[in-house]
C-alpha cells in the first residue's frame, strides 16, 4: 500500500512538474518537483515572472506546500537536478539540502529555474502521510530569504462517499539496477502504466534522493530525466541564510 502511495505522489508530482503555472490551489507551490526553467528553443522568451510570483506568495495569494517528498538518508550538501519536456520545451528544476534546522530538521532549497528560490524547514521525521513542512520561504538567488505562509493541512481533503471510478490501466513493476545518470548507479523499481492507449513508465530509485524519480517515458519518449546528482557538503546555498 505504501509503494502504491508513494507511486501515485511521483506521478501527481511529475504531471505537475509538466505544468507552467508555478503553483496551484489557494495556491500551493513546490510539492516535490516544480517544473522550471524553460530554455530557449527557438521561440519568443516568455516573460520574467519572478518579481510576479514573489509578490503573490508574499501577499498569500499563494502558499507553500505542506509537503516535500524527501528520501531517507538526508544529509546536508546533496542536490538533486531534473531536466523535464512535457512537449512546452525543456526545463530544469533543482533541489539541495542547505543546512540543519534543529533535531531531524533540514532547510531544503528548490531552485525553481524561473528567477525565484522556494524554501522549506522540513521534518525529515514526520509520520508517513503527515505533513512534513514546518516553515517556508521565497527569493531570488543570492538574496535573503522572505517568509511565506504554508498551507494548512486537512486531512479528510479529497474525501469522498461516492464509490471511486473502476481503473482499466494496466500496471506492471519490474526491477532495473546499475543505471547511470547524473553522475550515480541507481538501482530499483520501473512501474509501467497502460491506460487509454499511452503508456507510462516511471523508473523509481532505491538510492534516489528527493521524489526518487530518475526517469520518465511517455509514449517511447522521456520526458523527465535526472541530470544531476551530487554531493558537496561546502557547496553554496542559492538564497542569502543569515549566519
Wanted: proline share 3%.
Amino acid at each position: 500500500m505504501r509503494k502504491t502511495m508513494m507511486l501515485c505522489s511521483v506521478l501527481l508530482a511529475a504531471v505537475l512538474a509538466g505544468c507552467k503555472t508555478g503553483g496551484s490551489g489557494e495556491k500551493g507551490s513546490g510539492s516535490g518537483g516544480s517544473d522550471t526553467g524553460k530554455k530557449d528553443s527557438g521561440k519568443t522568451a516568455a516573460p520574467d515572472m519572478s518579481d510576479t510570483m514573489i509578490k503573490m506568495h508574499l501577499d498569500g495569494q499563494m502558499k507553500a506546500s505542506y509537503w516535500v517528498a524527501l528520501h531517507d538518508s538526508v544529509s546536508v550538501g546533496q542536490l538533486w537536478e531534473i531536466s523535464s519536456d512535457f512537449g512546452a520545451g525543456e526545463s530544469v528544476s533543482a533541489w539541495q539540502v542547505v543546512k540543519m534546522s534543529g533535531k531531524g530538521e533540514f532547510i531544503i532549497e528548490n531552485n525553481t529555474g524561473q528567477g525565484y528560490v522556494l524554501a522549506y524547514r522540513v521534518d525529515a521525521w514526520a509520520d508517513a502521510g503527515q505533513p512534513n513542512v514546518k516553515e517556508a520561504w521565497i527569493g531570488k538567488p543570492g538574496e535573503e530569504p522572505k517568509a511565506i505562509k504554508v498551507l494548512e493541512f486537512k486531512p479528510a481533503e479529497g474525501a469522498t462517499t461516492t464509490k471511486p471510478v473502476e481503473s482499466k490501466a494496466r500496471v506492471t513493476v519490474d526491477k532495473f539496477s546499475d543505471v547511470k545518470l547524473g553522475g550515480k548507479v541507481f538501482s530499483g523499481d520501473v512501474t509501467t502504466v497502460e491506460d487509454g492507449g499511452n503508456t507510462t513508465k516511471t523508473w523509481l530509485a532505491d538510492n534516489g534522493w528527493f521524489n526518487r524519480v530518475i526517469r520518465m517515458d511517455m509514449n517511447g519518449k522521456t520526458v523527465m530525466t535526472l541530470k544531476k546528482a551530487h554531493f558537496d557538503e561546502k557547496a553554496p546555498s542559492w538564497l542569502k541564510w543569515p549566519k
